[in-house]
């Protein structure tokens, strides 16, 4: 089982680049959301979809958009990339239902010079 | 807002006792899940177990529990016979409004 897979594991970026962060997730769930982890703050929450078409800002949205146009699909985009933008990224998804469990992506390890 | 506090940024056990690791939530909705997630040295997110607010006993899956009390507003984190290889960070988390929020962690170490 595939699950959730993030692409890609690694990327630096220069100032002022844009790139898109890849989330694919093969269990058909509705919820799938990014999250991004500093040391010290735990994961905050980006942006987020309850359904194909359908999107949300999280704790933390400035700077990334997001669109959903499958399922399966959800990714992370950086316009004008900034050094502040360095962190570990992960993609989840889960059924969307208050007692479901995320499953996590492996992460996007990004830094920005 | 915040709406998951862990309060110990970290934490030692010897090998074979049990730890309890804290976490307090603020929500007022009354149908809310809970979550505790491991995050070992190789940075993957693993899924620990879910308590459901309207849950009569505590979680339990294998040497985890959830000592949940719903009217103090916390869901610890108690792991039993803890091995070396439970060291790690661990995160609490809740479901509320669409979104799920995070605590800070708990570096949990076990010592030999």
């Known amino acids: 089982n595939a699950g959730v897979t993030q692409t890609p594991k690694f990327q630096v970026l220069k100032t002022g680049q844009s790139m898109t962060l890849q989330c694919a997730q093969d269990?058909?769930?509705?919820?799938m959301s990014w999250y991004r982890q500093d040391p010290g703050m735990g994961l905050r929450l980006i942006h987020y979809?309850?359904?194909?078409?359908?999107?949300d800002q999280g704790e933390v949205p400035n700077g990334y958009n997001v669109s959903r146009s499958t399922t399966e699909d959800f990714p992370l985009r950086l316009l004008s990339a900034a050094p502040s933008q360095t962190s570990v990224y992960f993609c989840?998804?889960?059924?969307?239902?208050?007692?479901?469990?995320?499953?996590f992506g492996d992460g996007t390890r990004l830094s920005i010079l | 807002a915040q709406k998951i506090t862990q309060t110990q940024p970290g934490m030692f056990v010897q090998e074979k006792e049990a730890v309890t690791l804290d976490c307090t939530y603020d929500?007022?909705?009354?149908?809310?899940?809970l979550f505790w997630y491991k995050q070992p040295s190789s940075g993957e997110m693993i899924f620990l177990i879910y308590?459901?607010?309207?849950?009569?006993q505590n979680a339990t899956e294998g040497r985890y529990s959830l000592n949940f009390q719903k009217a103090r507003k916390s869901a610890n984190l108690v792991i039993s016979a803890s091995q070396l290889g439970d060291s790690a960070m661990y995160f609490c988390?809740?479901?509320?409004?669409?979104?799920?929020?995070f605590g800070t962690g708990t570096s949990l170490t076990v010592i030999p």
């Open positions: 308590q459901g607010s309207y849950d009569q």
């Open positions: 269990m058909n769930h509705e919820y």
């Open positions: 929500t007022s909705d009354p149908s809310y899940g």
């Open positions: 979809s309850v359904g194909a078409g359908i999107t």
């Open positions: 989840a998804s889960s059924l969307g239902q208050s007692f479901e469990p995320q499953h």
């Open positions: 988390a809740t479901y509320n409004g669409n979104q799920f929020y």
